[in-house]
């Protein structure tokens, strides 16, 4: 699900394979959203400790819970870490 925002030509339903979670514009931006989806591939935002909190609890870096469309993670330790390990051996 993270390509449909996460990387160029996603939320139109066909996400640029060549450029697989490297950010992209929001296309129907909704005030207070932000404008940008953040680039995961090679480096996700904040550190590893942040994401992973994210990944587990569905508190992001800034200590509040992310809005939708982004989904209230629960993920396992070992599972957000993995998440996290295969997103950075995305880099280019």
Same mark, same amino acid.
């Given at each position: 699900?993270?390509?449909?925002c996460h990387s ?11 450029? =697989? ?14 404008? #940008? ?39 396992? =330790?070992?599972?957000?870490?993995a998440v996290l390990? #295969?997103? =950075?051996?995305?880099?280019?």
């Amino acid at each position: 699900m993270c390509e449909r925002c996460h990387s160029p030509g996603g939320a139109t339903g066909q996400p640029d394979p060549r450029r =697989k979670l490297e950010g992209a514009p929001i296309l129907q931006p909704v005030q207070g959203w932000a404008i #940008y989806a953040p680039r995961l591939a090679g480096r996700p935002p904040g550190t590893d400790e942040e994401f992973v909190r994210l990944l587990t609890t569905g508190i992001s870096r800034t200590g509040a819970s992310p809005r939708l469309p982004m989904p209230p993670f629960r993920m396992t =330790k070992p599972d957000a870490e993995a998440v996290l390990a #295969y997103l =950075k051996s995305l880099r280019r």
